[in-house]
């Protein structure tokens, strides 16, 4: 693979690294607003990879000037900005979800979440005897 | 002339009602609009399944827009089933919601609930009904958004419902997420996103890298989204916390269109010539649905919820349905479609007896179990016929989906398969049996005063295991169209 083809691909090979460290937080990151900003991360790879494949070198927009011209493929444009409307939805719930446990739990870190849990699951062991 | 917008009213009317809902001050106003809507949209599935048994598949161009250019919604066997079987079940639970919602919702918030349910409802009609598959994404996520809600409404009962429904909202974008990257990845190589003009480009195509990574990601995506093993981490809790009408619609209905989904695009999108579907059959889907049916029921025994108990169950008979279609045979297939709509409504019936029970007492853990078969003897026959049909005694879908499920696998000489589908039943069994156990051979705690669950839970309960039964005894209608519509996927229909 020559350089002309890495950098050709440059959009893509940016899809992958935003894509993989956006997984990357949803995955290691215990704290739930990180884990939705990495979740958003992720999606705007998937926005780019719609947008470049759109994307002619030298294509304008879509417009009909009576010339023949090179223009760029609106359809995957129009199509991710449906999945951008998706995207502000999920943040916007996954944040009003954060609210909400901040609320019940005084704490937004997995970990602690899961020891409170955990101690009014087994905790209180004596009146869970038969 | 309306009956030739059927296939659109499917999706609009539940789409226009579920705002119009909102402008409903009260709960049971917007209760009643929204049981109105299932109602209409349960004539509308009969309708159409009657139009496709008639005439074959059904095609409704969006706006007059000419199919490959424009959104298309196909009917056919396949899909017209999974719609019946939404909108029916939809039919059954909102009676049965009325009562348990207005118990485990606060006041203020039961009129977004059934907004939301509205919308759960719309999206999986239109992922069930579309033709495009970019579409079919669209209405992923607008019944995955609201399907979060209606888990977090669960709260009041218990405030691990949020933590549920955030883990299930993180787990539910990354698998709609992937599936949209297998679309783009499909329009890219293709230039169509019609399924059915997708059919015919792929295998012109042929073994072709990104086709490859599509058909990776599409597979992943869903998979994650219908809950195969090892991607179920999100379900056991989202039904365990979720309020008791949600986890009966969920389980019977969100798990089963996804799967529609998932037998759409292997089947029909990539076809069984494309260069990795056996090796994706065979290497992965069928390892993983077996080991889903052993280690989901295994870890059932172990649960102290009854209600997780269940959920886990659910993983284990996603493995059943899936183990069908690893087959790719005409048998195989129709087990899995028969299974997908038995096991709605076995394990619907199933998660409403809990409910009443969780409206009685609060919780449905083993010792709130003890003795309730003298106290809630109606609600506790239901959870033991449902229980048996689960298992898949003769007499119930149960058995009927088992049969072909083993039929098939004896056909395609995976006997060792068929004998380990036996075996995993015994583990239901032990499962259900613990309940049983505790329920008719223990004595209620004496402080007990609670009672039958009400009117109002137990006939929609009934109506479910009537259907079990009924199902059960005259399986031709199930089997006719699961049969068509194994062949409609297969692409040997006649």
Partial sequence: MGTTDILGLFNYWMVIVLMMIGLYIVVSRGNLVKKVVGLNIFQTSVFLLY??????SGGTAPILTGKPEVYSNPLPHVLILTAIVVGVATTALGLALVV????AYDTIEEDEIQAVDDDDEFGSAEDVQP | MIATHLPILQVVVPLIAAPLSVFCRRGTVAWALSFIVSIVALVISIALLVQVLDQGVLSYELGNWA????????????????????????????????????????ANNQTLFYTCYLLCF???????????AFNAFVFLEVSSLSTYVLVAMGAKRDRRALTAAYTYLVMGTLGATFFVIGVG??????????????AQKIPEIGANRTLVVAFAFIVTGLGLKLALFPMHLWLPNAYAFAPSAVTVFLAATATKAALYLLLRFMFTVFGTGFPTFGPAL??????????????????????????????YSSVAQVGYMVLGLSFATVTGLTSTVLHLFNHALMKGALFMALGAVVMRFGDATMDTMRGLGRTMPWTMAAFVTGGLSLIGMPLTVGFISKWYLVVAALESDLWLIAVLVLASSLLAVIYIWRVVEVAYLEDPPVEV????APLTLLIPTWVLIGANIYFGIDASLTTRVAEEAARVLLGTAS
């Fill in chain 1, 51 to 56: 947008i470049s494949m759109g994307k002619i």
């Fill in chain 2, 449 to 452: 005063t609670a009672g039958e």
């Fill in chain 1, 100 to 103: 909400r446990i901040k609320n």
């Fill in chain 2, 122 to 132: 719309t999206g999986l009609l239109g992922m069930v009904i579309t033709g495009d």
């Fill in chain 2, 67 to 106: 199919a490959p250019w424009g959104i298309e919604y196909r009917v056919d066997a396949a899909n017209a089933i999974v719609l019946l079987l939404i909108s029916g079940i939809s039919t059954v639970v909102l009676p049965y919601a009325r009562t348990s919602i207005a118990h485990e919702v606060e």
């Fill in chain 2, 282 to 311: 065979t290497y992965m889907l069928l390892p993983l649905a077996v080991i889903a049916m052993f280690a989901a029921s295994t870890v059932a025994i172990f649960q102290v919820d009854i209600k997780r108990m269940l959920a």
């Fill in chain 2, 185 to 198: 990845l499909l329009y890219m190589m293709t230039g169509t996103l019609n399924i059915a003009d997708l």
